[in-house]
């Protein structure tokens, strides 16, 4: 079975798209986590979902 770990980040309501958009692919590309949920609230706040695998070691003997 696959387990996740999550994490949540939250962009204030006055952050652009790009800057959005470079802290996400810079979370994905050097911590390995992949989106897994945008919400837009209608105050402008963004709440982002993001995961990635847990990869658990199995001892061999």
């Known amino acids: ?13 006055g952050t652009s798209r ?5 802290a996400l692919t810079d979370h994905a590309e050097y911590g ?6 945008v919400r ?3 105050d402008g706040t963004r709440k982002v979902t993001v995961r990635r ?6 001892r061999t003997l």
């Open 18 to 22: 790009s800057v959005t958009r470079q």
């Open 40 to 42: 837009v609230y209608r």
């Open 53 to 58: 695998r847990i990869i658990r070691q199995v």
């Open 1 to 13: 079975m696959v387990e996740y770990e999550y994490r949540q980040i939250v962009f204030p309501r």
């Open 32 to 37: 390995r986590w992949e989106l897994a949920r």
